[in-house]
């Protein structure tokens, strides 16, 4: 059971670039969601998906698409890199979609990004 | 709006030495607050809810309405306490609001 599967772990981009970072998961859980984790600022949510062909958008969307195909897999895409998304991403799943009340997430290991 | 401040980046102390890792919320609605932490070389993953009230790895948090505070605490620090600590709050069901982070320190 590997749980939350993120990649790449580690891209280096140039200014204008695209790209996509991959999320996977095996737990059959419906929500999936993903964050940036910058120095002093802790994680912002990015974009969020309660189930296939549902997705929303959370505290800094800009500049990324998501979308949601099948349970599984929710990938993340930058679609003209910038240096202000150097950053740390997370992707987490949860079981319940109502995090209110369970709260509980469970994190990829993080994709680090840098763009140049 | 949803706002959780944790107002120290860093709290360095010695084992066996109580431990406060301070959260503030601000929420107009009924919080449901977390705690989550993040070891060395390990994933960000749940440590504990207030809905839960329960103790894990020595760690209480009290949900204090009044003060709108979740401060995490445990009465003797370890070692292996050492690592990064952030207060959640749920807000609006599906999304989970963070705060900034402290790092937690302990020096034998």
């Known amino acids: 059971n590997a749980g939350v599967t993120q990649t790449p772990k580690f891209q280096v981009l140039k200014t204008g670039q695209s790209m996509t970072l991959q999320c996977a998961q095996d737990?059959?859980?419906?929500?999936m969601s993903w964050y940036r984790q910058d120095p002093g600022m802790g994680l912002r949510l990015i974009h969020y998906?309660?189930?296939?062909?549902?997705?929303d958008q959370g505290e800094v969307p800009n500049g990324y698409n998501v979308s949601r195909s099948t349970t599984e897999d929710f990938p993340l895409r930058l679609l003209s890199a910038a240096p202000s998304q150097t950053s740390v991403y997370f992707c987490?799943?949860?079981?319940?979609?109502?995090?209110?009340?369970?709260?509980?997430?469970?994190f990829g290991e993080g994709s680090r990004l840098t763009v140049l | 709006a949803q706002r959780v401040t944790q107002p120290e980046k860093l709290l360095s102390v010695f084992k066996g030495a109580p431990v406060e890792l301070k959260c503030n919320y601000s929420?107009?609605?009924?919080?449901?607050l977390f705690w989550y932490v993040q070891y060395s070389r390990q994933r960000l993953q749940l440590l504990l809810r207030?809905?839960s009230r329960e103790s894990i790895k020595g760690f209480t948090a009290d949900l204090n309405k009044g003060e709108t505070s979740f401060h995490l605490k445990k009465p003797f620090a370890q070692e292996e306490d050492s690592a990064m600590y952030y207060c959640?709050?749920?807000?609006?069901?599906?999304?989970?609001?963070f705060g900034t982070g402290t790092r937690l320190l302990v020096s034998p």
């Open positions: 987490a799943s949860s079981y319940s979609i109502w995090l209110a009340d369970t709260g509980e997430l469970f």
């Open positions: 737990m059959n859980h419906e929500y």
């Open positions: 998906s309660v189930g296939a062909g549902i997705t």
């Open positions: 929420y107009s609605g009924s919080p449901e």
């Open positions: 207030h809905i």
């Open positions: 959640a709050l749920g807000g609006g069901f599906q999304k989970l609001v």
